[in-house]
């Protein structure tokens, strides 16, 4: 009998994140839903989408109407809806969680908002598993002028997410990703998690971007793959993955398969980070199906359960990537090989 937890899910901000005016044109959620609702496998088909809560996609203002409007299109496609995007950047009206009180208030307030629609949609019985994503919405240098200070400052605005959070019996996951102040290596990011110390923060594991962490890409004091590294060699590789995921795994309330070809890409308004490849990219430096099990296993080699669903992650994928059908049903069908190592039933 085939595994069906974790659920599988797709995400639906690649049509945006990277997007815009100075790149490609955004890819609408109706788009991206109809593709992530044709994927098929063998039968097998994606069980959910992970949302991101900005325009063009789904408003952080939406009223009640228009999330029910959400709720009956999801549904209309077989899926259930996952983990949500707070968008607490500053250009989608939040603010820099180490920032001026007036930025560190509208970042609160995009996180009060993100936990309302998400406790929405639980309600609305379309949403029976996921978190909410935040970042700092700061950047490496800046943090780094006053890295003690700064630091402070983003985790009690993190604190002060999480007791909102909690109003709403929801979690926050800090995405592990390089471009994030505060965040931008693993032992700086393990260091901020300890600090926020609450019970409903944890951390997003995304294959390509903690491949980034070995690198010390923004981070050199944290590099622990050796300069010069020879990538055929895959034993240090493994010992390196295992090493930040043993640091980070207690942590990892979320998680995103993904590939990573080594290199650090940006487009769009997005800053440079851990470039996403397709499941299938020659270039690609990850075992995928293998070293997923280094986040849904212990390290012991046991399951951990933790996750009910798992997301693929494809940012800035070119849009004649993602408006091909065959892309989507490669990814469906690395994330059922994934699911079949490292899942279990319920």
């Not at 049509?15 to 839903?33: A, H, Q, R």
């Not at 990011?189 to 409903?200: F, I, Q, S, W, Y």
């Not at 942590?251 to 487009?267: E, M």
Request: proline letters at 5%.
């Amino acid at each position: 009998m085939s595994n069906n937890f974790p659920k599988l899910h797709n995400a639906a901000w690649p049509g945006v994140v990277g997007k815009g005016p100075d790149s490609e044109p955004p890819i609408s959620f109706e788009k991206m839903l109809d593709m992530t609702a044709k994927a098929e496998v063998n039968g097998v088909k994606f069980d959910g989408i992970d949302l991101f809560l900005a325009l063009p996609h789904t408003d952080i203002d939406s009223d009640k109407d228009a999330l029910k409007k959400l709720v009956d299109e999801v549904a209309a496609k077989n899926l259930q809806v996952g983990s949500l995007v707070a968008p607490v950047w500053t250009p989608a009206g939040g603010g820099s969680a180490m920032g001026s009180d007036q930025d560190i208030e509208r970042f609160l307030t995009q996180v009060r908002k993100a936990c309302e629609i998400g406790q929405f949609l639980r309600e609305a019985g379309i949403r029976p598993h996921g978190i909410v994503r935040i970042d700092s919405s700061a950047d490496p240098e800046s943090w780094s002028k006053d890295p003690e200070t700064n630091s402070a400052r983003i985790v009690s605005t993190f604190q002060k997410a999480c007791d909102i959070a909690a109003e709403y019996n929801e979690s926050l996951a800090a995405e592990g990703e390089i471009c994030w102040a505060g965040m931008h290596g693993w032992k700086t990011m393990l260091k901020t998690l300890e600090a926020v110390d609450r019970p409903n923060i944890g951390f997003q594991a995304d294959m390509a971007h903690t491949l980034l962490y070995l690198l010390g890409y923004n981070k050199p004091d944290e590099r622990i793959l050796p300069e010069g590294y020879d990538w055929k060699d895959r034993d240090i590789l493994k010992a390196g993955l295992k090493t930040v995921s043993d640091a980070l795994r207690p942590w990892t309330i979320d998680f995103h398969v993904a590939q990573n070809d080594g290199t650090v890409f940006g487009s769009g308004s997005h800053d440079k980070t851990g470039r996403h490849c397709q499941a299938n990219d020659p270039n690609g430096k990850l075992n995928i199906v293998e070293d997923a099990g280094y986040w849904l296993r212990d390290s012991n080699g046991n399951l951990t359960k933790k996750m009910k669903h798992i997301c693929w992650d494809g940012c800035m994928f070119p849009n004649e990537v993602m408006l091909n059908q065959d892309t989507w049903n490669t990814i469906l069908s690395t994330m059922i090989d994934v699911r079949e190592r490292h899942g279990w039933n319920e």
